[in-house]
């Protein structure tokens, strides 16, 4: 069965770029047919679709984070990134990667803490 | 943007007890596009139903979905000590792709 494992620092700088990587087993990304996402969730709070890649380098983000966003495809490595840059203390969140079919997303990373902080 | 809106906030019941959590949209969605999830403390969402009525894989027939148009609804029929819980509701739409509900919690009474 396809497991899903972020990876990335816990704490970022002010204004600095957080960056993340999704590292997919089980099954490969490059199989196609699938929306390798990233979403997250501010503490105690509900959860925000983030952007989505699809095997070939396809993107598309969510409007509201769509300037400081960017996600990439390793198909190699069958892994894919999240760089978000400019962070404040509002990006402050659990970052989970996800696998969209594409109607829902299934399954789940456990997800990482970022804590933007100096 | 699709805005879906959970109710109750939260919702206090006993073991056995019958759940009936609400997710209402802002425009219809289309029955094939709305699932639904949960969420234990310091876990990752898990798929509960999709396509509004459709359980997922290992999900027991307790769980259920229902509804259409703007109006969805997620039935626990027993309640059991595992199911107390954050639920959400999710929908595949036009920009931006995916919105969530913002949970109902589930606790016991």
């Known amino acids: 069965q396809v497991q899903l494992q972020e990876s990335g620092p816990g704490l970022v700088k002010p204004s600095q770029t957080l960056s993340l990587t999704c590292t997919v087993s089980g099954g490969s990304i490059s199989s196609g047919g699938y929306y390798w996402s990233w979403i997250r969730q501010h503490p105690g709070k509900g959860l925000e679709w983030i952007g989505y890649?699809?095997?070939?380098?396809?993107?598309y983000y969510n409007p509201s984070l769509k300037s400081r966003v960017t996600i990439s495809v390793d198909t190699s490595k069958n892994q894919f990134s999240l760089k978000l840059s400019s962070v404040t203390a509002a990006d402050t969140a659990v970052y989970y990667c996800?696998?969209?079919?594409?109607?829902?997303?299934?399954?789940w990373g456990q997800g990482t803490l970022v804590t933007v902080s100096s | 943007e699709i805005v879906l809106t959970q109710s109750p906030g939260t919702l206090s019941l006993s073991p056995g007890e019958r759940a009936t959590l609400s997710c209402r949209a802002s425009?219809?969605?289309?029955?094939?596009?709305l699932a639904w999830y949960q969420q234990k403390p310091g876990q990752a969402p898990r798929l509960l139903i999709y396509g509004a009525s459709s359980r997922a894989t290992g999900i027991p027939d307790r769980f259920s979905g229902s509804g259409s148009g703007t109006d969805f609804t997620l039935t626990i029929s027993r309640l059991e000590p595992e199911d107390f819980a954050v639920y959400y509701c999710?929908?595949?739409?036009?920009?931006?792709?995916?919105?969530f509900g913002q949970g109902t919690k589930v606790e016991i009474k």
């Open positions: 890649i699809y095997y070939s380098g396809s993107t």
């Open positions: 999710q929908q595949y739409g036009s920009s931006p792709r995916w919105t």
């Open positions: 425009q219809s969605v289309s029955s094939s596009y």
């Open positions: 996800a696998r969209a079919n594409p109607f829902w997303f299934d399954p």
